[in-house]
């Protein structure tokens, strides 16, 4: 079985974020990026279905920032080839980097094709479906827990309040992955490095990515907080009195 | 202005969702609402502010599935042609925005949390920064739960009821088996009246038994934002959020949570929030009552040594 892991760079959040002179953008010159934290569950469970069954397993994402990095990485992890599709340009919309994976993938030998669940700039729409659509596949989104068996995939879609419903999808499909069913593995740098030097980036062209969000960006702004919340200063032992004075006023202990 | 929504609706309920969306399309414009299920269609008597409902009846929408829905809401689509398409932003909606966006080669904008006939903010970066778009109609927008307040999608009313038949279902690709109900266990944060949240600021594991301690203390039991579930560090029935609980004690005490939206959905409406979190910039402190920056291994042994 071969399974095709889409993985995406985004900014670090724990980072401040500030916004460029345009008004429309991040200001990505000193941005830290780290790979979505839904991708390393999508490669995960793409390694643990190739442990048990075979196969093999393709990490793919866009040139941009950092990607060799974060496809090394995975190598590392157990990925057996690694692909940069190239020829995209910078920060496209969802729906071009859709069109570019699937021109990328259409030619390619596969039964699964797993991406994260969802990332934190995909303004115009999460890309699996997207993706699944522009290749003509069934998708099915918001994925913990995968099974696979004669032709078809047996996956678990989590609803709110921890309800999931079963479904059967015919392969090849594209899986929105939110969770694998291990804590994603975990490479020290060392082993990344040696990654490096043994695996072969393997570069294939975007093709024509006639696609297009279909709206502009405007604006970028912080979000009004409205009220928000009345900052206690001082001290863990004074910030912990004002807390204990609080809970009291509102009768709570 | 013209806007259609699409109800949704599990195990024979209508989501809130779908009633926020309505009071929003009703702000707009005419509001009507595709209803796809089978024999559901007494649902439509709670869509009482809808100006339509058209509904749909197959067995093979009886239960949510990407593939048969998928094709359903796009022959609905075609055929009314609304000016602007709300679907949640959740995850049924998720496998119906960005297929509906392809095939009827419409726009998207995702994670909305304001929507106008010519605009549509979205929430983006676990809610640290908006982003205005610039559209023109036709579009969809896929709307983040709790963007706008369900009550004033609910009301009383007698919308026309439109049947619409099914398209052809056949043949689909993906196939409902069954739906899981969540396991019972052992402690129901939804009845608890205090609750200590721990996110992933708590680093690991061995430091769950510090905020075990201060939950004894103010009589309440620990809950937990997603990534300390998957972490396996607690049982999935302790998660509060959007795939997790939505709870509403009397106390939420979030450490190390930033406050992404899909946490904030399960736990905004608490009496109180108090957050702890080292991020002056964190999301959470928007929905907070009260917040401190002050780092939470100082801050919890020295809150249960004073209680
Ligand atoms: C479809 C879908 C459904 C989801 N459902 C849910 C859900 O039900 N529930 C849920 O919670 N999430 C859910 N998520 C995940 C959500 O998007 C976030 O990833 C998650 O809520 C982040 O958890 P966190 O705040 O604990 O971690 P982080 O975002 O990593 O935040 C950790 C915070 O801890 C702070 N911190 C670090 N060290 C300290 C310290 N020593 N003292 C004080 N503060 C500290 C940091 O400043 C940071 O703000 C869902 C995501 C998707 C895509
Ligand atoms: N350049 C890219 N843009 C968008 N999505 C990508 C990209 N590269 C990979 N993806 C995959 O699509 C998933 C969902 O991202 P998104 O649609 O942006 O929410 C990511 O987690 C990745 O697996």
New binding site residues.
Partial sequence: MNII????QVPDLVEELEIDSSGKDLDREWLKYKV?E??DH?LEEALLLKEDQGGSVIAM??D?QDVDKALYAAAAKGADRVVKVTGVGEN?S?HQ??KA?ANAISGMDYDLI??????V??RD????V?VAHYLGLPHVSVVSGVQVEGGKAVVHKEYGGGMMAELEVDLPAVL?IQAARETPRYVPVARVRRAMRGTELEEVSAGDVDASAGSEVARMFKPETGAGAEMLEGSAEEVADKIVGILKEKGIV | MKVLIVAEHLNGKLEDITFEMLGKAKELGTAEVALLGHNAKDMAAQLGKADTVIYMDSPELAQFNPDTYGKALKAIVEARQPDIVLIGNTSMGMDLAAALSVDMNMPLVAYAVDVAPDKVVSSLYGGKMNVESAVSTPFIASVLAGAFPADAGRGEGSPAIEEMAAPDLGGAKVRFKQLIEPEGGDVDITQQPILVSVGRGIQNEDNLPMAEELAGKLGGAVSASRPIIDNKWLPKTRQVGKSGLKVKPKLYLALGISGAPEHIEGMKDADLIIAVNTDPKAPIFDYAHYGTTVDLFDLVPALTSKL
């Fill in positions: 892991v889409l993985i995406k979505n839904f991708d999508a994402a866009l941009g496209p969802n980097a859709a994976f797993f991406t994260g669940v969802q990332s700039e995909d729409g999460q890309l699996p997207l929105g």
